[in-house]
């Protein structure tokens, strides 16, 4: 039992939240930058727990974004499986037409919350390009706005854990100021690295803020995680 429950709890130790601006290859304009807080109620296997993360991007120009990320998870009766973890890198935006946006970034990241269990919380880097476009549906009083995008990222830890992951997300404007966005993420790689995780929230953007609301779902190879979250974002 003590075995099968530590496998679990270090399955989960792997990122959790991909949330729309800190996802895709967008990046922000000069000067300007995004701040968003983020609380997940999860259950991993009827174990109830929580995470937080803080994240972060500054616009060093108009093509050149730096972003950094901090999060944590803790257990209500686990307080040993206690994890966090950071994460900052560079990214560079590449504007193509027909409103389509390219990127490639890399950074550094340290922290099971972040890497995942078994060598994973060590020291390592992370490399990631992605694609994605915007679009504009309808006229007048009908008109909304959308946006999808597709990445892949690497990271390697010098403990020697590595992961591999492909990411993708569909975002639409179902009424005015109110999105439904949807993501997907697949993780592969060393040590109970398979992970299948689905996400959806409602975003509120009222001028400067976000608010959102939303579920994620985790499908790993030890454990299943289903979670509720809210979150605040606002644009300087």
């Given at each position: ?14 990122p ?23 609380v ?6 009827g ?9 972060g ?90 946006f ?89």
């Amino acid at each position: 039992m003590v075995r099968s429950l530590t496998c679990i709890l270090a399955g989960i130790l792997l990122p959790a939240l991909c949330l729309p601006a800190e996802a895709g290859p967008w990046g922000q304009p000069d000067k300007a930058a995004y701040g968003r807080f983020a609380v997940n109620r999860t259950e991993v296997e009827g174990l109830p727990g929580l995470r937080t993360d803080l994240y972060g991007e500054y616009g060093l120009s108009d093509r050149w974004t730096l972003t950094a990320k901090y999060e944590r998870v803790t257990f209500d009766e686990f307080s040993e499986f206690t994890a966090s973890g950071w994460r900052t890198t560079l990214r560079r935006s590449f504007s193509l037409p027909d409103a389509w946006t390219a990127s490639l970034e890399a950074g550094v990241l340290e922290g099971e919350a972040i890497g995942g269990a078994a060598g994973c919380q060590s020291t390592g880097a992370e490399a990631r390009s992605g694609v994605g476009r915007s679009f504009t549906r309808g006229e007048g009083a009908k008109r909304r706005n959308g946006f999808w995008f597709a990445e892949a990222a690497v990271r390697a830890h010098s403990d020697g854990c590595q992961r591999y992951r492909l990411e993708a997300g569909y975002g639409r404007e179902v009424t005015r100021n109110i999105w439904l966005v949807n993501q997907l993420w697949l993780d592969q790689g060393s040590e109970n690295a398979r992970s299948l995780k689905y996400q959806f929230e409602y975003v509120w953007r009222r001028n400067a803020f976000d608010i959102s609301a939303g579920s994620l779902i985790e499908l790993g190879g030890e454990f299943e995680e289903a979670g509720l979250f809210l979150a605040l974002a606002r644009r300087f």
